[in-house]
């Protein structure tokens, strides 16, 4: 027997909150309970490694929204709530306050679980931080100051950013990497000395080609080793080792799993009538003609709007390029659209010495992915033409070219 019954159950945080807001503003006038696991109410995280890491941000700022909308547009939150189990048939979700909750429809946008290196020797000590939550940034924030110098392990984004934004506070960092380059796997060799070039260049160490061997100290760590015998002193370590999708809940409920929950082009799940949006959510690209997980900000916002319109009724596919962003301190910013995960030609308008660049990413003549440095003009273009899919061999000079009309490129 439920306890009680809704008409829109969302399981999240981010997406789950852009979920909320979308049925509201779409008008949905049903029931909707909003079911989060963390202690705040639906957040973004961007800021965690940025303004939020450096105190520029107060929790609030990064709320999806305030505690007065949910009231004024009834929607029901609970926080420092797990939902234990749904059965996807009886359309019942277990809370762990053991409530049963029946459901019309449902949203899982259950998110993404930080890598954690527990195998590695010395990982249990103090001072070992991985970065996700709210709390995780302040217990960042609270050490970084008395720890004198921080390691960062990994070379992508968490790396990179808290290095930056500990850097800007005034704390000696150190990165420590697989790759020789920093977003090395990401964006490739050359754009990724771009930004090696400029964390460097404000006295952040990087020692790349290094793996992570063991945690040195005793109830607090006092160094890392690497498998190739250096030994670095730090108080304190920040972990940016990726992620994995959370399909926990969405396993046990017998949903179609396979590297995060798997959704058609609509983001419905292989249970009708429930959804499933962000970092979770695999679903079929109508744009790539291919399956796709991406773990990006704008992403989980998008497809927690779209992942309401489909529970309302919409039988449109998700048709949005993915978009992505980041910040280096305020050294530098990046855009991309894609992901590119293969290209054979790589082409640059405008040179990094400019600081003022895009990367296309081309595959078999067809543009895959870019990267914009100062150039967001120019991503509505690539936007366009990686959405097409149309043949751009033969225009790499208007590609290259700074001054050439990007308008006219792919319409032949
Ligand atoms: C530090 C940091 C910086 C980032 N910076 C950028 C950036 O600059 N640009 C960018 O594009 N992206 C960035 N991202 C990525 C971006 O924040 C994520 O893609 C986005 O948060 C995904 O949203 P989501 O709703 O899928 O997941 P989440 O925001 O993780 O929300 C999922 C929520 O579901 C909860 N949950 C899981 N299981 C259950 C359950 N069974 N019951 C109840 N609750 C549950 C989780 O606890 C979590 O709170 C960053 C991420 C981090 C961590």
Redesign the pocket.
């Known amino acids: 027997m439920a306890d009680r019954a809704v008409d829109f159950l969302l399981?999240?945080?981010?997406?789950?909150?852009h979920c909320a807001s979308t049925l509201r503003r779409e008008g949905a006038d049903g029931s909707i309970l909003l079911?989060?696991?963390?202690q705040h109410l639906?957040?973004?995280?961007?800021?965690?490694?940025?303004e939020f890491l450096r105190g520029e941000a107060s929790v609030e700022d990064t709320y999806v929204n305030g505690a007065d909308w949910y009231e004024q547009n009834d929607v029901e939150v609970l926080t420092e709530?797990?939902?234990?189990s749904l059965d996807a048939e009886e359309r019942a979700a277990k809370l762990?306050s053991r409530e049963t909750v029946r459901f019309a429809k449902a949203l899982l946008?259950?998110?993404?679980r930080?890598n954690i290196l527990h195998h590695l020797e010395g990982a249990q000590l103090d001072g070992i931080h991985y970065?996700?939550?709210i709390g995780?940034?302040e217990g960042i924030r609270a050490e970084a100051q008395d720890a004198g110098h921080v390691v960062l392990i990994g070379g992508s984004?968490?790396g990179t950013?808290?290095a930056a934004s500990l850097t800007a506070m005034g704390v000696k960092c150190t990165i420590v990497m697989l790759e020789e380059v920093t977003f090395e796997r990401i964006f490739g060799e050359e754009p990724g000395r771009y930004f090696h070039g400029i964390l460097e260049s404000h006295g952040i160490e990087i020692l790349g080609g290094e793996e992570l061997d063991s945690f040195v100290g005793d109830g607090r760590v006092r160094a890392i080793k690497t498998k190739s015998g250096k030994e670095i002193e730090c108080g304190a370590v920040v972990i940016g080792a990726g992620?994995h999708p959370?399909t926990?809940?969405a396993e046990r409920a017998g949903l179609a799993v396979d590297n995060g929950i798997t959704c058609d082009e609509k983001l419905q799940t292989s249970v009708e009538g429930i959804f499933s949006?962000?970092?979770?959510?695999s679903y079929q690209s109508v744009i790539h003609g291919r399956r796709l997980r991406?773990?990006?900000?704008?992403?989980?916002l998008q497809?927690?709007q779209h992942a309401a319109k489909a529970m309302m009724g919409s039988e449109d596919p998700y048709r949005v390029v993915p978009?992505?962003?980041?910040?280096l301190a305020d050294w530098a910013s990046l855009e991309s659209i894609g992901p590119a995960l293969d290209w054979d030609e790589l082409i640059w308008r405008g040179t990094a010495d400019s600081g003022k660049f895009l990367v296309w990413y081309l595959n078999g003549g067809k543009v895959a992915g870019a990267l914009s440095v100062d150039r967001s003009e120019d991503l509505e273009h690539a936007r366009r033409l990686l959405e097409s899919g149309a043949d751009v061999s033969g225009e790499e000079d208007a590609l290259a070219d700074v001054d050439s009309d990007l308008e006219t490129v792919g319409s032949s």
């Not at 946008?109 to 993404?112: H, L, R």
């Not at 991406?294 to 989980?300: A, L, P, Y």
């Open positions: 399981i999240g945080g981010w997406a789950a909150g079911v989060g696991r963390e639906p957040y973004e995280r961007p800021p965690l490694s940025k709530t797990s939902v234990t762990q946008a259950t998110g993404a930080v970065l996700r939550t995780n940034s984004f968490i950013e808290v992620v959370d926990m809940l949006a962000g970092d979770v959510c991406v773990e990006h900000w704008d992403v989980g497809q927690g978009y992505f962003f980041s910040d």
